[in-house]
């Protein structure tokens, strides 16, 4: 059974196009994040939902709107895609928003606009 | 602000040699929680280890370890024997005690050759 997983694994769009990615955990966990792994490899968090509410909204633009229908999914939205958007997209899930509690990460969506 | 470094950015063994991997971190915080994430070539981003800033025992997990020294604000990971299999990006993180948002160092690429 996968833990996280996200949907689709590839999703390749012309620019200016709108695109969702869908997120799903069977953990159990009540807290889920949206980052972004750009072509360096770097790792940034942009959202995060505790029990649907949003609790961290990172300096991303308003292009990109997450959405938590329930406390096991959150997908993301991204409208008027860019060619700078293209990247690695991960969901992550963990039990709560405790200190340091383990984020278990899903499999990620490669992104690429062209 | 926080701010994890790792300033290898590629290191490349031959099976069998121990190889170690340099994390240094920056909080003003005096409770935070540290992790090592690997990312094979695959993708996925797996956990490795969680470690609270009051622990600072080593600790040791098959040919997996891991130095915790709070004097040099450094969690430092080692590899024994390595394993063409141990070939992957590995990132060391830091989280707050509250909020849990992960703060990623830049990640250190391993090539195990055979």
């Known amino acids: 059974d996968t833990a996280v997983s996200q949907t689709p694994k590839y999703l390749v769009t012309q620019m200016g196009n709108d695109k969702s990615i869908k997120c799903e955990q069977n953990l159990g966990h009540d807290t889920m994040y949206w980052y972004k792994q750009d072509s360096k490899k770097f790792l940034k968090i942009m959202f995060s939902y505790n029990n649907k509410e949003l609790i961290i909204n990172e300096t991303v633009p308003n292009r990109f709107s997450p959405k938590s229908p329930d406390k096991a999914h959150l997908n993301l939205h991204i409208n008027s895609l860019e060619l700078g958007d293209s990247a690695v997209y991960f969901c992550a899930s963990s039990l709560g928003t405790g200190g340091g509690e383990t984020q278990y990460f899903g499999p990620g969506t490669r992104l690429l606009v062209l | 602000a926080q701010k994890v470094t790792q300033a290898q950015t590629e290191i490349s063994v031959v099976e069998k040699e121990d190889v170690t991997l340099d994390c240094v971190y920056e909080?003003?915080?005096?409770?935070?929680?540290l992790f090592w994430y690997k990312q094979p070539p695959s993708g996925e981003l797996v956990f490795l280890i969680r470690?609270?800033?009051?622990?600072?025992q080593n600790e040791i997990s098959g040919r997996y370890s891991w130095n915790f020294q709070k004097s040099t604000s450094s969690f430092n990971f080692t590899i024994t024997a390595s394993q063409v299999v141990d070939s992957a990006v590995y990132f060391c993180a830091l989280s707050k005690a509250a909020g849990n948002k992960l703060t990623f160092g830049g990640g250190t690429r391993v090539l195990v050759k055979p």
């Open positions: 909080t003003r915080d005096t409770t935070y929680y």
């Open positions: 470690r609270n800033s009051f622990d600072e």
